[in-house]
Every structure is written in C-alpha cells, then in structure tokens.
C-alpha cells in the first residue's frame, strides 16, 4: 500500500490527536504554573491539579476510541467528534478552575462524544464483520448517518 493513500486516510486522526497533546501541555503548564506561584496545598493548586488528573484520566479512552471509528468507520466525523471532545474538555477544565460546578456541562457533554465514538467503533466493526462474512456492505450508508449525526454533537 502506498505511504501517501495511508496519511490519506488517517491525516485527519493525526491533526486531532497532535492538537490534542498540545492541549496536554498547557494542562501540564497551568498545573506547573500554579504549583510554583503558591503552596502546594492550596485549593488553587487541587483545583488545577484534579482538573488535569480527571482530563488524564479520560485521555487514553479518547484516544482509542476515536481512531478506532476513524479507522473503523470513517476519519471525517471521527475527527470533527475529537475536535468537540477537545473543545469541551478545555470547557471542564476552565470551569474546574472555578468552580467544580461549572465543570458539570463539559464532562456530561465529553461522555455523549465519547459514547458517540464508541457507537461508531462498534457500527465500523459489525459493518466489517458482514462484508466478511456475509457479503454485505453497508459502509457508504453507515457512513452516510454518521456525518449527519455528527452534526447532533454540537446540540446542548
């Protein structure tokens, strides 16, 4: 296979998952940031430091799951979904700086993507196990629903 159809296909998975750890160094930085201006026993400093523990936390099961449906399904809406997920885990982790109240709306809104992701993983994945083993092929249809729904993320 040529190395220029494979970036093809995922180039859009590499864009979200660089921009991602970008956003893992600045988590990084407010976290350094916050521990050398003030003690480290502040409510500051476990304020930031829990934000970024709890985006930690949940990194490797983004990750995972959306190349999975960018592979598996298809990279466009698998990428457009990582880029919300990334938008919205900077929500939570600003409105973790605040109050942890405020984080609310961006982690319920990071598990309907993340479950979104999961359901694309599993429709790419029975998709393929048909064409195995039946013949069928329902990928330009799945595909199609996909990048409709995709567009159902950004509903509140």
Same mark, same amino acid.
């Not at 930031?48 to 934000?51: D, E, G, K, R, T």
């Not at 523990?53 to 983004?62: E, I, K, L």
């Given at each position: 296979?040529?190395?220029?159809?494979?970036? !093809?296909?995922?180039?859009?998975?590499?864009?979200?998952?660089?921009?991602?750890?970008?956003?893992?160094? +600045?988590?990084?930085?407010?976290?350094?940031? !916050?521990? &050398?201006? *003030?003690?480290? @026993?502040?409510?500051?400093?476990?304020r930031?430091?829990?934000?970024n @523990?709890?985006?930690?936390?949940?990194?490797?099961? =983004?990750l995972?799951?959306m190349? /999975?449906?960018?592979? /598996?399904?298809?990279?466009?809406?698998?990428? =457009?979904?990582?880029?919300?997920?990334?938008?919205?885990?900077? &929500?939570? +982790?600003?409105?973790?700086?605040?109050?942890?109240? *405020?984080?609310?709306?961006?982690?319920? =809104?990071?598990? @309907?993507?993340?479950? +979104?992701?999961?359901?694309? /993983?599993?429709?790419?994945?029975?998709?393929?196990?048909?064409?195995?083993?039946?013949?069928?092929?329902? &990928? !330009?249809?799945?595909?199609?629903?996909?990048?409709?729904?995709?567009?159902?993320?950004?509903?509140?």
């Open positions: 296979m040529d190395s220029n159809k494979v970036v !093809e296909n995922i180039y859009l998975l590499v864009i979200v998952t660089l921009v991602s750890v970008l956003q893992n160094v +600045f988590f990084a930085q407010k976290v350094e940031r !916050e521990c &050398k201006n *003030q003690n480290t @026993r502040t409510s500051a400093f476990e930031v430091s829990c934000a @523990r709890n985006c930690m936390d949940a990194y490797p099961t =983004f995972a799951v190349w /999975c449906a960018g592979l /598996c399904l298809s990279q466009a809406p698998a990428a =457009f979904a990582g880029i919300i997920y990334l938008v919205v885990r900077q &929500k939570y +982790f600003v409105g973790y700086l605040g109050q942890t109240s *405020q984080s609310t709306p961006g982690y319920l =809104f990071g598990k @309907r993507v993340i479950t +979104f992701l999961s359901l694309m /993983c599993v429709v790419g994945i029975a998709n393929y196990l048909l064409v195995r083993f039946y013949g069928s092929d329902y &990928k !330009e249809y799945v595909e199609t629903i996909t990048q409709a729904a995709t567009a159902l993320l950004l509903i509140p």
